[in-house]
C-alpha cells in the first residue's frame, strides 16, 4: 500500500523559507518520480516541482530560483525547499508519485505566508 506522509508546513513571514518533507512507504522510491503540488482555496492543484528517479527536477515558473526540491532514495524521502516565501504561495501543499495511470497523493501540509 502506497502511502505519502507530508510534513513542514506553517505560518511564515513573506520573505522567510520552510522546509517541507514527504516520507513515501510501499513503493521503490528510487524508481519513481515524486512530485509537490499545491493547491490555493478556490484554484486548481498546480504542479510546484518534479523530481525525475534520474535527472535534475523541474520547476514551475512561479517558483523558479526560490524552491529547490531534493530526494533521499535511501530515506525514501522527498523536500521541497521553499526560500523568499511570498503571500501568493499559501496553499495546502501536497506530495505525488504516479504509478502506472494512478496518481496517489499525501494528505496535504498547509502553508501560509503573511504579507
Known amino acids: 500500500q502506497v502511502q505519502l506522509a507530508e510534513s513542514g508546513g506553517g505560518l511564515v513571514q513573506a520573505g522567510g523559507s520552510l522546509r517541507l518533507s514527504c516520507a513515501a512507504s510501499?513503493?521503490?522510491?528510487?524508481?519513481?518520480?515524486m512530485g509537490w503540488y499545491r493547491q490555493a482555496p478556490g484554484k486548481q492543484r498546480e504542479l510546484v516541482a518534479l523530481?525525475?528517479?534520474?535527472?535534475?527536477?523541474n520547476y514551475a515558473d512561479s517558483v523558479k530560483g526560490r524552491f529547490t526540491l531534493s530526494r533521499d532514495n535511501a530515506k525514501n524521502t522527498v523536500y521541497l525547499q521553499m526560500n523568499s516565501l511570498k503571500p501568493e504561495d499559501t496553499a495546502v501543499y501536497y506530495c505525488?508519485?504516479?504509478?502506472?495511470?494512478?496518481?496517489?497523493w499525501g494528505q496535504g501540509t498547509q502553508v501560509t505566508v503573511s504579507s
Open positions: 510501499g513503493i521503490i522510491f528510487r524508481a519513481y518520480r
Open positions: 523530481s525525475p528517479n534520474i535527472g535534475v527536477p
Open positions: 505525488n508519485v504516479r504509478i502506472g495511470t494512478f496518481d496517489h
